[in-house]
């Protein structure tokens, strides 16, 4: 039987990592390239990530700058009634690599 999914995947470099007891957020930066006119200017959109158990002891080899790779699903909840309902889009990590250490690379 077939199944539903929503599911992610981001390559980009680490902003800041936020520890707590058992999970991690990873601020992960993902760049797009957009025409302005007749130049390209590059975007810079922040995706937060949330790394729990396993993943979570992954990025602890991770530091800011270093380029990842993360996979993993979304997940959408809400709380709160009526017209007070306030809704939120989780990126729940399932894989968390290091392909390259920030020290590591020359621009």
Request: proline letters at 1%; hydrophobic letters at 35%.
């Amino acid at each position: 039987m077939p199944q539903n999914i929503a599911e992610f995947r981001i390559i980009g470099r680490i902003g800041k990592i936020t520890s707590r007891e058992k999970v991690r957020y990873v601020s992960v930066a993902a760049n797009y390239n957009r025409r302005d006119g007749d130049n390209w200017k590059t975007d810079t959109l922040w995706n937060s990530v949330v790394c729990f158990s396993n993943v979570a002891s992954q990025v602890e080899a991770a530091g800011k700058g270093d380029l990842v790779h993360v996979t993993g699903r979304v997940r959408e909840s809400s709380h709160g009634e009526g017209n007070d309902v306030s809704y939120r889009t989780e990126l729940i990590a399932d894989t968390f690599s290091v392909l390259a250490k920030a020290d590591s690379e020359s621009d």
